[in-house]
C-alpha cells in the first residue's frame, strides 16, 4: 500500500466513515444538546496535522454554533503540571493512533475535573479512546504511509459530521455529497502533478488561504515539508500581507486557495498585489473566476455543497501535489527521511 | 532612529514600563480579582509579533493561573460575522497601534456581551484602547522601525507584570529584575553578529524551543523573514520530532533556545539526536550545560530571575541574529521590503 494508494482510498473511507458512525455521531450530539447549558468552549488538543484538523474545528464551531474554541497547549500539563480549569468546557482530542501520551493527559486531566470529552482516533483500542468519555472512530482502516492523508480527511469529516448533526437536514445533505466531492478532487491528479513539475526546483515556497481553509493551507504546507522537505510557509492571507509577503521573491513559488465566500474579496485584491507589485508565480485553486483570472497557473476546483465543507475536499489536491513534488524532486514519498507514525512526546 | 537603537533602548522601556504601569496594573489585577469568580477563560485577540505575545500569555496564564488561554481568530467575527460566546471570559488584545479594525471587532463583540476586556497597546488614544474597558500602554514610545522590537518586549513584559500582580512578592521582586536582564542580553551582539556571518548564505533556517521559550522561536523566525527575507520556520520540540525535522539538511542552520525548567530534558535528547543522526549545525543558546554542550556554536545566556520570566530577555538575542543576519545577507534592516507598520486587514 503506498500513499498514493491511500490517497485515492479516501472518497471509499469517508462513504464508511459516514455509514457506520452516523449513529454514534447523532448519539454525540444529542448527549452535547442535553449539555448545551454547560458548555461555552471548546478546548481542542492536537499534535501534527491533527492541529490543523483542531484549526478547521475552530472555524466551524465557532462560526456555525458560537462556540470559542481554543487549541490545548500539551507541554502545560505534561511537562509543567498545569491544570487549568474546564469549566464548561468540552475537550475534543484528535489523533490518529491515540497513542500521544501529552494528548492523553489532557483528556484525563479534563476528566477528573469532570468536563465531557470526546476522542476522534483511528485507533478506538488506544489509550485516548480509553481515556475520553465518547469516541468517534475515523474508521480510516490502517494508514501504513507515515504521512496522514486518509486520516486527516477522516478528521475533518468527524468535525463536520458532528456539525451537521448539531444543524439541520441541509446541513446533513450538504455532508453526505462529501465522498463525492473528495472523487472530483481526485481528477485534479495530473493538473497537480505537472505543477509539481513546475515547482521541482524551488526549495522554498508560500502557501495562502483564508478563513475555513486556512486549515488545508496549514496541512499543505507540512506535507510539502515532510515529504519533499521543502520549506513552505502557510499563512493566512491576513498576517501573510502584514510581513511574510517580503518572503516573495523569484524562485518561491506561491500557491493560494480560494474559495467562494467572506474571504474571497480579500484574497483577490491580494492576488492583484501579487502579480503588479511582485511578478509572482502564483498557482491558484479556486471557484472564484476573478480569482483564477489573476493565476500564473489557474486550477479551477469542482464546486462544493457549502463553503464549510469545502476543506475536506480541497486539501486532496495539496496531498496530489506533494505527492508530485516530491517525486520531482527524487524522493520516495513511501519512504521519507527521520518521521515516525506515532508521536510518543511527553 | 534605526532597528539597532530600538534594540537598544530595551532596557530603558522596561525600566519605565515598570515605573509608570505598575499602578493601573495593580488596579486591574485587583478588579480581576473581584470578578475572579466570572473568568473560567481567556482569548487573546493579536496579529503577527503580537500573536506571539499572547503565546507567551498562554503559558503564563496556564501554568500559573490555571487558566485555558485560545488565541481568537479575528476574521471568524469580522469576515463571517460569528459572535462567539463570551460567558466566563477574559479578553486580552494586543496591539502595538490599536488600530487593528478586526482585533477591535473582537473586543467590541466581548464588550456587548459584557465580558471584561483588557487592550495591551503602545497608543492610548487609539480605537483598541477606546473599545475596552481597560488599558495596560506598552509605554515604550514611537517605534519607528517597520520591524517590531521594543514593542515586543513591552508586550511580553505587560503580560509578565499582570501575573505578578496576581501572584506574590517574589513574583514582583523577579519581574523588577527584568530591565537589567534585558541588559545583560545586548552584550551578547558580538556573538550573535558571529552566529549571523556564520548564516549568511542560508535561505532556509529553523528554530526550535519548548514550553514558555516556545513564544520566543515563534518571533525569532519572523524577524528573520521579515528583515533577512530567510524562510525560517519555527517549532516547538514536540512537533519538530513529529515530522518537520526531515528539514533539517546541509545549508539549513537549526538554532535551539533550551532554559532551565522541566523542557530542557526533551531538547537535550533531541540535540544529542541531531548532532548524531543528522549532524546538524546547531547554534544552541541556553543556561543548561548539558545543551550548551552538544552544539556546534553554543552561546551561554545569563541566567533570569525565572523561567517563566526569561523568554523577555532571550528575545533580545534574535532580534540581534536578524538584525546582523539580515545586514551580513547585503539587506537594510532599517528599509525591510514590503511591510508595513499597521494592518488594517478585516
Chains 1, 2 share one sequence.
Do not use: C
Amino acid at each position: 500500500v503506498s500513499l498514493h494508494d491511500e490517497i485515492l482510498e479516501q472518497p471509499a473511507v469517508a462513504s464508511r466513515f459516514l455509514e457506520t458512525q452516523a449513529a454514534a455521531i447523532d448519539a454525540l450530539a444529542a448527549a452535547l444538546r442535553d449539555r448545551r447549558d454547560q458548555i461555552e468552549h471548546v478546548v481542542i488538543a492536537a499534535r501534527g496535522s491533527s492541529d490543523h484538523a483542531a484549526i478547521y474545528a475552530q472555524y466551524v464551531l465557532g462560526i456555525r454554533h458560537g462556540l470559542t474554541a481554543g487549541l490545548a497547549t500539551p507541554s502545560m500539563v505534561s511537562l509543567y503540571g498545569a491544570d487549568p480549569s474546564q469549566a464548561h468546557t468540552l475537550v475534543v482530542a484528535i489523533s490518529q493512533s491515540g497513542a500521544s501520551p501529552d494528548i492523553v493527559a489532557v483528556v484525563d486531566a479534563a476528566r477528573r475535573q469532570g468536563a465531557p470529552t470526546v476522542a476522534i482516533t483511528n485507533d478506538t483500542a488506544s489509550a485516548l479512546a480509553a481515556a475520553a468519555e465518547w469516541t468517534i472512530d475515523m474508521s480510516a482502516g490502517p494508514e501504513r504511509s507515515i504521512a496522514a492523508t486518509k486520516t486527516y480527511t477522516a478528521s475533518l469529516l468527524a468535525i463536520a459530521a458532528l456539525s451537521a448533526a448539531l444543524g439541520d437536514d441541509a446541513d446533513r445533505r450538504a455532508l453526505g455529497s462529501m465522498p463525492g466531492a473528495i472523487g472530483s478532487m481526485l481528477e485534479l491528479e495530473g493538473a497537480m502533478a505537472s505543477i509539481a513539475d513546475a515547482h521541482a526546483r524551488a526549495d522554498r515556497a508560500l502557501v495562502v488561504a483564508r478563513g475555513y481553509e486556512y486549515a488545508t493551507a496549514r496541512e499543505w504546507a507540512i506535507k510539502i515539508k515532510e515529504l519533499a522537505h521543502v520549506f513552505a510557509d502557510p499563512y493566512s492571507a491576513a498576517d501573510f500581507q502584514h510581513g511574510p509577503v517580503a518572503l516573495v521573491e523569484p524562485g518561491v513559488p506561491v500557491i493560494v486557495v480560494v474559495r467562494d465566500g467572506p474571504a474571497a474579496a480579500g484574497l483577490v485584491e491580494l492576488l492583484g498585489r501579487l502579480r503588479d507589485d511582485f511578478d509572482a508565480d502564483v498557482t491558484v485553486l479556486s471557484d472564484v473566476p476573478e480569482a483564477l483570472a489573476q493565476a500564473s497557473r489557474a486550477v479551477p476546483l469542482p464546486p462544493v455543497a457549502a463553503e464549510w465543507l469545502a476543506p475536506i475536499a480541497t486539501v486532496v489536491a495539496g496531498q496530489l501535489h506533494a505527492l508530485h513534488l516530491t517525486r520531482a524532486r527524487g524522493l520516495d514519498p513511501d519512504a521519507p527521511r527521520s518521521i515516525s507514525k506515532v508521536t510518543r512526546t511527553r
